[in-house]
């Protein structure tokens, strides 16, 4: 019984894997209600002017916000880190965001790679379904 016990003890240890990544879901379309950051003076963001699209590996970014540095435009790809980060690839350079979704708000806070020190005053987009 006691060899029983230890097996099922190993093969418990053994299929412990960090590899199970499990981030929340944050598919569907997300409109950008803020935009905090160190610039000048904070826009005001018209809900509905940055509409990002999310589906399990692509963003399509459209803004129609007068404020071109709030949000890159068209479709990149995007993977998961770990289960707080993701990885964008936009076209000329790439950009690591904290994920924080909380009753129906998603929170992307500009961040660097996983390891990295951290760097402050990074943008953080706000966003509403």
């Given at each position: 019984?006691?060899?029983?016990?230890?097996?099922?003890?190993?093969?418990?240890?053994?299929s412990?894997?960090?590899?199970?990544?499990?981030?929340?879901?944050?598919?569907?379309?997300?409109?950008?209600?803020?935009?905090?950051?160190?610039?000048?003076?904070?826009p005001?963001?018209?809900?509905g002017?940055?509409?990002?699209?999310?589906?399990?590996?692509n963003?399509?970014?459209?803004?129609?916000?007068?404020?071109?540095?709030?949000s890159?435009?068209?479709?990149?790809g995007?993977?998961?880190?770990?289960?707080?980060?993701?990885?964008?690839?936009?076209?000329?350079?790439?950009?690591?965001?904290?994920?924080?979704?909380?009753?129906?708000?998603?929170?992307?806070?500009?961040?660097?790679?996983?390891?990295?020190p951290?760097i402050?005053d990074?943008?953080?987009?706000?966003?509403?379904?």
């Open positions: 019984m006691k060899k029983l016990i230890l097996l099922f003890a190993f093969i418990g240890l053994i412990c894997n960090d590899d199970d990544l499990k981030p929340v879901d944050i598919s569907g379309e997300w409109k950008m209600t803020a935009y905090l950051g160190f610039v000048p003076e904070l005001q963001i018209e809900k002017s940055v509409v990002w699209k999310i589906d399990p590996t963003i399509s970014m459209i803004n129609n916000s007068e404020h071109a540095y709030v890159q435009e068209g479709t990149f995007y993977n998961w880190i770990n289960e707080e980060t993701i990885f964008i690839h936009y076209s000329q350079f790439t950009a690591y965001y904290k994920v924080n979704l909380l009753d129906g708000k998603l929170r992307l806070t500009q961040t660097v790679e996983p390891g990295t951290e402050s990074q943008p953080v987009l706000e966003f509403e379904k």
